[in-house]
């Protein structure tokens, strides 16, 4: 089974940067789509960033674009969200997936709070 260990959130000050890392095991092809979202209180969860692992192609929600940046290592097999010019809202628990053409695994969330 695929199995994915998500970290590096914390508390930070609105400007500051994080870097979450989505640790994978158990992925044996290329066709997945590792994806970061996020859950605030209250609200849905949204997706932020995605990459496809067979192309490298990324994806990103407008609120985010020009500050997130999503990778691979491949050797690692370790997605990274890079988050600059954190703003308040984008206090959230942090989640990341694995989607395959027939199934989606999930990650344990980890939280990012950014004071303003």
């Known amino acids: 089974d695929v199995q994915l260990q998500a970290s590096g959130g914390g508390l930070v000050q609105a400007g500051g940067s994080l870097r979450l890392s989505c640790a994978a095991s158990?992925?044996?092809?290329?066709?997945?789509?590792i994806g970061w979202l996020r859950q605030a209180p209250g609200k849905e969860r949204e997706g932020v960033a995605c990459?496809?692992?067979?192309?490298?192609?990324?994806y990103y929600v407008d609120s985010v674009k020009g500050r997130f940046t999503i990778s691979g290592d491949n050797a690692k097999n370790t997605v990274y969200l890079q988050m600059n010019s954190l703003k308040p809202e984008d206090t959230a628990v942090y989640y990341c997936?694995?989607?395959?053409?027939?199934?989606?695994?999930w990650g344990q969330g980890t939280l990012v709070t950014v004071s303003s």
């Open positions: 997936n694995a989607a395959g053409l027939n199934s989606i695994y």
């Open positions: 990459i496809g692992l067979i192309d490298n192609s990324t």
């Open positions: 158990g992925i044996t092809s290329d066709d997945y789509v």
